[in-house]
């Protein structure tokens, strides 16, 4: 089936390491900040980057992925979420790692008279700001199959 794979680009990773998590459970960042400021392209950004977990953000078609302490393959499930096909991790980067990912949503209409987005495509947002690359191929996918279904229940 076609499939995606996510390898590191010619000028290096640009992901960022993330901090240990804190030990003292009072200092863990478990949700969005409660200050929210304009980021690039129009998009809506984070303060500051999460703790842990995914933000994502839309404003006129401009998306924005705000997430701390994702691995790699967590990064391509994000990116197989948006691209609505299956991403194959082949970075070997290990770790834990902070990103932002602005990148314009080609799905989506303006609002009104807003102005067109100058956000990049997602596969150039992603070299860009990651330093990751996306490559078509196919690949093995898991799938599945329902052969069989009944309409009315039956007893075990």
Same mark, same amino acid.
């Given at each position: $089936?076609?499939?995606?794979? /996510?390898?590191?680009?010619?000028?290096?990773?640009k992901?960022?390491?993330?901090? +240990?998590?804190?030990?003292?459970?009072?200092?863990?960042?478990?949700?969005?900040?409660?200050?929210?400021? +304009?980021?690039?392209?129009?998009?809506?950004?984070?303060?500051?980057?999460?703790?842990?977990?995914?933000? +994502?953000?839309?404003?006129?078609?401009t998306?924005?992925?705000?997430?701390?302490?994702?691995t790699?393959?967590?990064?391509?499930?994000?990116?197989?979420?948006? /691209?609505?096909? +299956?991403?194959t991790?082949?970075?070997?980067?290990?770790?834990?790692?902070?990103?932002?990912?602005?990148?314009f949503?080609?799905?989506?209409?303006?609002?009104?008279?807003?102005?067109?987005?100058?956000?990049?495509?997602?596969?150039?947002?992603?070299?860009?700001?990651?330093?990751?690359?996306?490559?078509?191929?196919?690949? $093995?996918?898991?799938? /599945? /199959?329902?052969?069989?279904?009944?309409?009315?229940p039956?007893?075990?």
């Open positions: $089936m076609p499939v995606y794979t /996510l390898t590191v680009a010619k000028g290096g990773s992901l960022k390491a993330s901090p +240990p998590a804190p030990t003292d459970p009072a200092g863990d960042e478990t949700g969005p900040p409660s200050s929210w400021r +304009p980021g690039l392209y129009g998009a809506v950004m984070l303060a500051k980057p999460p703790r842990r977990g995914l933000f +994502p953000t839309m404003a006129n078609c998306m924005a992925a705000d997430e701390g302490g994702a790699t393959d967590r990064i391509g499930e994000y990116l197989s979420e948006q /691209l609505g096909r +299956p991403v991790n082949a970075t070997a980067l290990k770790g834990e790692f902070d990103f932002v990912l602005v990148f949503n080609e799905d989506c209409q303006p609002w009104g008279s807003l102005p067109p987005s100058d956000a990049p495509t997602l596969s150039t947002a992603v070299e860009e700001q990651l330093g990751l690359k996306l490559e078509k191929g196919s690949g $093995m996918v898991d799938v /599945l /199959l329902i052969d069989h279904v009944e309409k009315n039956t007893e075990n």
